[in-house]
């Protein structure tokens, strides 16, 4: 059975730092990808980044390209976001997804975690 489980969201301030976990189960890590997903309150839910593990392939949505930054430790089968320069947009509960590759419909989900940036 896949389990994906996130851990690190909280309150921080504008401007702040805060590392996203996933660890995952149940499947062969090294040949999934895992992506992170957010959804704020009324909005849709958007894509945010991917890795893939198999080679390291990194994906970013254009709104945290250069504050977000995604890596897989294999050995843990763990994926971290580290988010940074965080803002008040940046609110949302994050979930992360598992499907074989990046561009995939993700059928294997985390139960989320809430992010809050305060102004």
């Known amino acids: 059975e896949v389990q994906l489980v996130e851990s690190g969201g909280g309150l921080v301030q504008a401007g702040g730092s805060l590392r996203l976990s996933c660890a995952a189960s149940g499947f062969t890590f090294d040949d999934y990808a895992i992506g992170w997903f957010r959804q704020a309150p009324g909005k849709e839910r958007e894509g945010v980044s991917c890795?893939?593990?198999?080679?390291?392939?990194?994906y970013y949505a254009d709104s945290v390209k250069g504050r977000f930054t995604i890596s897989s430790d294999n050995a843990k089968n763990t994926v971290y976001l580290q988010m940074n320069s965080l803002k008040p947009e940046d609110t949302a509960v994050y979930y992360c997804?598992?499907?074989?590759?990046?561009?995939?419909?993700?059928?294997?989900w985390g139960q989320g975690t809430q992010v809050t940036v305060s102004s």
């Open positions: 890795i893939s593990s198999s080679d390291g392939s990194t």
């Open positions: 997804a598992a499907d074989h590759t990046c561009s995939a419909d993700f059928g294997s």
